[in-house]
Structures are given as C-alpha cells and as structure tokens.
C-alpha cells in the first residue's frame, strides 16, 4: 500500500480519545509481520520496535498518537435525543447538522441544535452552546436509544475520505493518522538505523499516553510526526496564516508545550533541503504535542517534530495536501538515516 491509501484506510477507522482499539487493532495486525518486538500498556499504547541497518548513536523513538478529536454522550433524554461533551479541542461551530458514529455499534446521528425560528434576537448573535445541542440517532423514545447507545459512548464524526482539486484530500482524523500512516510504512520497509515506535493514545485530552510510552523506552532522542493548523484562508493574512499548504512540511521551533530542540530542527531543515523538499516553519506559537510529555520524561529527551499542514483541523473536513503526506515520510526517513550514521 502507499502511503495515502495507508493514511485513508486509517481515518475511515473510529479513534476517538481512550477508545483507539480500533486503530490499534489495524496497525497491529498489519505491523506484527515486522516487528522484532511489541509491547503494549494498560493505557492502550501500542509500541514497536524493528532493527534496521545500524544501530543509531541514541536510542531513538518515533511518536504518533492514533486518537482523534469527537464527542462522548453525558445523558439521553426522555425523547431519545443524546446530549454530549467535546472529547478534545473542538470548535462548536464546525458541529451543528454533521453526521455521527456513536458507540460500538457505529449508531448513525446528525447533531442538531435549536431551530432558528425559535431562537430570540439576543441568541441569535451567540454562538449555541454544547449543551444547547443534541444528537438525533431517529430515536423514538428514551428506552429505545438506550438500546443502541450508553452514556460514556464516543462520537466520531462521518468517515467519508475524498480526494479532490490539485492533489488534495479530505477526511476527518487526519491529525494524527498521517503520523499514523508514516511509521506503519517504515516499519513494513527496511529500515536505516533501529528505532522504537510508539503509537500513543489520549493525545488530544492532555498528552497522557505518550507519557507513559516514553517512560517504557526511553529514548534519547525522539521525533514526533503530527499534522498541524494551516489558516491559509481568506481574510488571514500574515504571521496569523500559521503555515501554508503547498509550502511543505512543518519544522517547528516551538509551540505551548514544548521548546523543540535546536540540533535537531537545524538537521531537519538541512535534510530537506539537501533533498529537495520543501519546508517551512509555523509564524505562530500555538497549540502543543505528544513532544512536551516526551520531552519531560526520564532524564530528558531531545525532540523535534515534522507535521503535516492542515486546514480545518479537529473537524469533519481536515484538508491537506497529498506531497506533503509523502514527505513527512521522506523526511522521516532520512532523519533516521541521520541517526545511523557515524558522527564525523
């Protein structure tokens, strides 16, 4: 499989945060073959480690989180309606009339909110809240809901991937199975140096799982493969565009959670462009990855991340850029080629 068709096969599956069974059980299945060691944790992170051609000068980790942002029932009405909380950062305007997954038996849904009619002058100006909204799974009552869905149920958003325009493709979950996608495939090739594999859980509510993946391997050096907000929109212009579609992948220097080492963001850059591949780096520090929990394990770890540039991000309707896809994976690669070599 390339890449892409790894990547769409990976955001059709349900993943939402402290319920990645799903994606665990895919890329174990698919990684089992190559592995020469697998270990897992009763948080759900998946872990493996495969020789390749050398040993690298550190112990080294790569790290992507299978969770995705979505929904969890709190509470089902008298009328079969399901009210629900956010599971990870999402904007409540990119929810109202979007199609759901709820619960084990992938229940189809729509989430709603009140008509506008009935709505008041004053509300009409605010944004609804999430307890104004509600999910209809065609319910007719409470008791018959309660026979396809239980409180504590995760939400996943519709899982229809589509590529379109000039090498575009949309999907929900892209952060983080393009991550996801990139370590599946060079744990199915050969690889440059030996390396560790975390496939972490519970990213999107606080970094959890990646604290206790780096805590069993401790790694001396890690790279953590994300996706990234791109606000390469009309109406933003400037530093608050963040990055760019098309203009390559994303080195970062920093973000809320973590100072990226500077060794390492240097021989990325260098790579890349002794390659060929376009990069570039956000103009705006926000957000955070699993990098500010790995960072701050064991005795310290050096970091830096590679992330994919995407629109519309923790939404039904990621968009990114299918090159730069790829090139997270070349760049990955020849990071670990990096790691293998003797130093001059």
């Not at 390396?195 to 050096?221: H, N, S, Y």
């Not at 992948?249 to 990325?268: Q, S």
């Not at 394990?297 to 540039?309: E, F, I, Y």
Request: glycine share 8%; net charge negative.
């Amino acid at each position: 499989m390339t890449i892409l068709d790894t990547m769409e096969t990976l955001c059709c599956l349900e993943g939402v945060s402290g319920s990645e069974d799903e994606v665990r059980a895919y890329i174990l299945e698919r990684a089992m073959p190559f592995a020469d060691e697998l270990l897992t944790d009763p948080m759900g992170n998946l872990m493996i480690f495969k020789k390749g051609v050398t040993a690298p000068r550190q112990r080294v980790m790569l790290c992507a989180h299978m969770d995705e942002v979505g929904l969890m029932v709190t509470a089902v009405t008298e009328e079969g309606y399901l009210r629900f909380d956010a599971c990870g950062g999402i904007d409540r305007r990119v929810l109202i009339g979007k199609r759901v997954f709820v619960g084990p038996m992938r229940t189809k849904g729509v989430v709603g909110s009140k008509a506008i009619h009935l709505t008041t002058p004053e509300q009409r100006k605010t944004l609804p809240r999430l307890a104004d909204m509600y999910i209809d799974i065609g319910a007719a009552d409470k008791a018959s809901a309660e026979a396809l869905v239980s409180v504590g149920d995760t939400v996943a958003f519709d899982d229809a991937v589509i590529r379109f325009g000039d090498g575009f493709i949309k999907a929900k979950a892209i952060d983080d199975r393009a991550g996801c996608a990139v370590m599946l495939e060079l744990i199915e090739s050969q690889l440059p140096c030996d390396c560790w594999f975390a496939f972490t859980v519970q990213e999107e509510v606080g970094c959890r799982g990646a604290a206790v993946a780096a805590r069993r391997i401790q790694p001396e050096t890690a790279l953590i493969l994300e996706a990234t907000t791109a606000a390469d929109i009309p109406g933003v212009e400037g530093p608050a565009r963040v990055c760019a579609l098309g203009q390559g992948v994303v080195i970062p220097f920093m973000d809320r959670g973590t100072i990226y080492d500077k060794t390492l963001c240097a021989a990325l850059s260098r790579l890349a462009e002794e390659n060929n591949t376009p990069w570039q780096t956000k103009t705006r520090i926000a957000g955070g990855t699993d990098a500010s929990a790995v960072q701050r394990s064991g005795t310290g770890v050096q970091v830096a991340a590679l992330s994919v540039p995407v629109r519309n991000i923790h939404s039904p309707a990621c968009v990114a850029k299918i090159q730069e896809c790829e090139n997270q994976y070349r760049l990955a690669r020849l990071f670990l080629q990096e790691m293998g070599r003797e130093p001059a």
